[in-house]
């Protein structure tokens, strides 16, 4: 039995094949970060002074936002199922949809990209300071959303020429234009984009890995903490594959996994790195931080420690060190 047919203007309907509990999970791992967990993550990276992370992970963190919208559009309008949306309401998801592959795997790639600067500086003793490099910062920032832009403008063309290709029906969960030429440019360009993101991740652990093979005394001192970036390298190899199984998907749709490991990126973002200390203890502020450990060194004369002890008959428990 074919997985796909035909209406009479030749338009393919029913190519993904889901269920009512597959669609309620799509919208639920779609929404309930773009609507909830990342604006708490942003707010707290935003306004609280304990907090600071590279604009490219808050970029990162709108994108995914931005990506939730678009993916919840038919459910604000209530058309999630029933009778096909409007043309102009579908050409306005499928034009934004179509826009989030290359908006995502450009923001990824942007904050694997300035990890990478910023690990390759502490591994030659250096320290990164984006002052220095404001250029490169902006075109990191603004380059997704140029990407972005692009992908919307072109799908919108296509699909206002041609009305009869863009449906809900076709791809179960969202509304989707039937386009190849549209789609391979896609797929290509957002294909290069992960390919660099695979490069760099790589590179990044290999200079992780000399750095910890060099002897501990000998090896330059970091002031970094290494496990954000170990958590960039996790999720950056997740949001690959997601992106990858996304342009499949894309190009050659017949299961609706592809869409429902894309859509759980938003949510291991939320837990990745809303895990971190530094995040948690502004979540539970009323919880007391636990108490750090001092240790005190001491370099005194036992001779004159004893004489004192000997006139006062003051016993005293002290640790002391020898020096």
């Not at 290359?102 to 030659?124: C, E, G, K, N, W």
Request: charged content about 15%; aromatic content about 10%.
């Amino acid at each position: 039995m074919s997985s796909a047919t035909e209406t009479s203007d030749g338009l393919r309907v029913n190519i993904v094949k889901g269920t009512h509990s597959e669609l309620i999970l799509f919208l639920v791992l779609n929404m309930w970060p773009s609507h909830l967990g990342l604006p708490i993550l942003i707010a707290i990276v935003l306004f609280s002074k304990r907090v600071y992370r590279h604009p490219t992970f808050l970029n990162l963190c709108v994108a995914f936002v931005i990506s939730g919208l678009s993916s919840s559009l038919l459910v604000y309008a209530r058309r999630t199922t029933g009778p096909e949306p409007s043309r102009m309401l579908c050409l306005l998801q499928s034009s934004l949809l179509y826009g989030v592959p290359p908006l995502l795997s450009t923001a990824a790639f942007t904050l694997v990209l300035q990890m990478f600067f910023t690990i390759r500086a502490a591994f030659f003793g250096r320290e990164y300071n984006d002052g220095d490099h404001f250029i490169r910062l902006w075109v990191m920032l603004v380059s997704p959303y140029l990407a972005f832009l692009v992908c919307i403008l072109a799908t919108a063309t296509v699909g206002a020429a041609n009305p009869s290709k863009v449906s809900r029906s076709r791809r179960f969960f969202y509304c989707s234009l039937e386009s190849s030429p549209l789609t391979n440019t896609l797929t290509v360009y957002s294909a290069i984009i992960l390919l660099s993101t695979t490069v760099v991740v790589v590179w990044t652990m290999a200079l992780l890995y000399k750095h910890l093979s060099i002897d501990k005394a000998a090896r330059p001192k970091w002031k970094m903490d290494l496990s954000l970036p170990v958590r960039i390298i996790v999720f950056g190899i997740y949001t690959t594959i997601a992106l990858s199984l996304s342009l499949l998907s894309i190009h050659s749709p017949s299961t609706p996994v592809p869409d429902i490991v894309i859509a759980s990126a938003a949510t291991l973002h939320v837990l990745v790195f809303g895990s971190q200390k530094d995040i948690l203890s502004v979540l539970f502020f009323w919880k007391r931080p636990f108490p750090q450990e001092v240790s005190e060194e001491y370099h005194v004369d036992l001779k004159a420690v004893f004489e004192e002890e000997a006139r006062s008959g003051v016993k005293r428990n002290k640790t002391v060190v020898i020096g």
